[in-house]
Every structure is written in structure tokens, then in C-alpha cells.
């Protein structure tokens, strides 16, 4: 079974507009990660925002904010304001707890494309 | 700029030849982790390492594909005698090693190989 559901492999925003990004993820660790990267044509993986699994509220950082439903394992990444320059490939990333250690390991899903349109 | 270092960005390579990826981690970060991207798909764990120690190469191919993180210098992933299906995008990560789920991994720029 995927750990990590995308099931966007597009998506279309106008700019200035609210856009929300699925993804629903499956483990049965009671404590884990969840990571939104962003990665632009140019290629690289940039850091966007996290939720663990214990936060008693959705994360938010800027314009992108997270909606943790834990009950329906979603985190839907939310971007308001949508710009030009977030036209990109998303990826969502989990990351598991390990019992008697750290974790480390990331998962990611198959990514959404949006594009953003003046 | 402190964050993650990766050379080269693109790399070919003839079927049968060594490839050498460099990756130099944010500094302060004692943890390194390497991943693939082929295309049109998401990032696969590789091997993550910590100074002089592979942690976990359970992503690893068993043959062919080694990485090292020596006391000084930069970490490497090698792949010697390179397939056409080596071709992808190799990502570095490297993070600071807090205890917990709060251990964010950032990534380098990524080394596309190609292999022709």
C-alpha cells in the first residue's frame, strides 16, 4: 500500500487565488512527520512546512498552511494568494517514528504539478 | 551561503564508467541522507548516513552503489559501472539530528546523471 497519496497529479490556480494540495498518508506509528516540499523547475527541493503528529494545531508558515485532519490521515497543504512563483512540483512527505530510536527515513508521494495563471 | 552543496549539478556518463557524487551538508548538520528521483516520480530513500557511519542503506542497490561520509570532506555516493537505468536526479539531505519528528532534512540542488 502507498504511505503517501497524491491524488493531483495536476492542478490549476489563478493567481491571487487560494489553492489546497491533497494528501492522505497511512501509517499505524502513533508518532510521525508530515513535510511539504516544493520543487520548481530548476530542480531543486525546498522546505516548505511541517505538522507532527502530536500538534494540537494546524501549522502555518506564510502564505502556506497545513490542514492536519489526523482521523481522516490528510494534510492538504493550503497555499492562499496563489503567485506566479508557485508554479511547481509539491511533494508531501512522511516520516515515521521508530521505536528505540530516531526516525529519519522520508516517504514521498508522486508529487502534484500546479500551475499558477495570471 | 550555508546550505546544502551538491557537485556536480549534471553529470554524463558512458555505460560501464564510475560516477562520483559530492555532497557537502548545511553547516552544523551532522546527518546525511541521499535520495533518488526518477522521473515523474517522487523522492526514494537511499542510505543515510552520520560522520564515518552508514546508519541505514536499506534503499541502497546491493551492487554496484556505495556511499561514505568520512571525518572530514564531503559525503559521497559512488556508483560504479553505470547502467542506463541509473539515470536520474540524486538528492542530498542533511539535518541536524534532533531527537524527535522535528528533525527537518534540507535538501541540496540535486545531481542529474545521465547515462548514455
Known amino acids: 500500500a502507498q504511505k503517501i497519496t497524491q491524488t493531483q497529479p495536476g492542478m490549476f490556480v489563478q493567481e491571487k487565488e487560494a489553492v489546497t494540495l491533497d494528501c492522505t498518508y497511512d501509517?499505524?506509528?502513533?508518532?510521525?512527520?508530515l513535510f511539504w516540499y516544493k520543487q520548481p523547475s530548476s530542480g531543486e527541493m525546498i522546505f516548505l512546512i511541517y505538522q507532527g503528529s502530536y500538534d494540537q494545531q494546524n501549522a502555518t508558515e506564510g502564505r502556506y498552511s497545513l490542514n492536519f485532519q489526523k482521523a481522516r490521515k490528510s494534510a492538504n497543504l493550503v497555499i492562499s494568494a496563489s503567485q506566479l512563483g508557485d508554479s511547481a512540483m509539491y511533494f508531501c512527505a512522511m516520516r515515521e517514528g521508530h521505536s528505540g530510536g530516531s526516525n529519519y527515513k522520508l516517504t514521498f508521494g508522486k508529487g502534484t504539478l500546479l500551475t499558477v495563471n495570471p | 551561503n550555508a546550505g546544502v552543496m551538491q557537485n556536480p549539478r549534471h553529470l554524463v556518463r558512458r555505460r560501464g564508467q564510475e560516477a562520483r557524487l559530492r555532497c557537502s551538508p548545511m553547516k552544523g548538520h551532522s546527518h546525511v541522507y541521499w535520495y533518488r528521483q526518477l522521473p515523474e516520480e517522487g523522492l526514494k530513500f537511499m542510505v543515510y548516513l552520520q560522520k564515518e557511519n552508514i546508519i541505514d542503506e536499506s534503499g541502497m542497490p546491493k551492487e554496484r552503489f556505495s556511499a561514505e561520509f568520512p571525518k572530514e570532506g564531503p559525503s559521497i555516493l559512488r556508483i560504479q559501472q553505470v547502467v542506463r537505468g541509473d539515470s536520474a536526479a540524486y538528492f542530498c539531505?542533511?539535518?541536524?539530528?534532533?531527537?524527535?519528528?522535528?528533525?527537518?532534512?534540507?535538501f541540496g540542488p540535486g545531481t542529474r546523471l545521465t547515462v548514455l
Open positions: 539531505a542533511s539535518s541536524s539530528g534532533t531527537s524527535g519528528s522535528t528533525d527537518t532534512q534540507y
Open positions: 501509517t499505524s506509528d502513533p508518532s510521525y512527520g
